[in-house]
Nanobody, 115 residues
Framework: QVQLVESGGGLVQAGGSLTLSCAVS????????MGWYRQNPNYQRELVAM???????NYQDSVKGRFTISRDKGKDAVFLQMNSLKPEDTAVYYC?????????WGQGTQVTVSI
């Protein structure tokens, strides 16, 4: 009943930027927090950024000042603007939403930062 469709991943040179988008197709249930996680072969899946229903944001320390999470509640979409990308940002990025206590995940989108 809830599907997340992600886009915006790709290959970028260090110092460049990418914007990830996640569109939510949902049931009548309300959407709570929305966020982005990432996973690479060397680490477990980790939280990158989260934004609450009220617009409160939380960021992993390593991306503070470089990434910005935002949401369009009218469209139930969440975005991640990534600037000053570093090779260590390379990972598969997953969109996540919480709706009435249930977690929903996107399919993942690959971000690769070269140099």
């Amino acid at each position: 009943q809830v599907q997340l469709v992600e886009s915006g991943g790709g290959l970028v040179q260090a110092g460049g930027s990418l914007t990830l988008s996640c569109a939510v197709s949902r049931s009548a249930f309300g959407i709570g927090a929305m966020g982005w996680y990432r996973q690479n072969p060397n680490y477990q899946r980790e939280l990158v950024a989260m934004i609450t229903r009220s617009g409160i944001t939380n960021y992993q320390d390593s991306v503070k000042g470089r990434f910005t999470i935002s949401r369009d509640k009218g469209k139930d979409a969440v975005f991640l603007q990534m600037n000053s990308l570093k090779p260590e940002d390379t990972a598969v990025y997953y969109c996540k939403v919480i709706s009435r206590g249930d977690d929903y995940w996107g399919q993942g989108t690959q971000v690769t930062v070269s140099i």
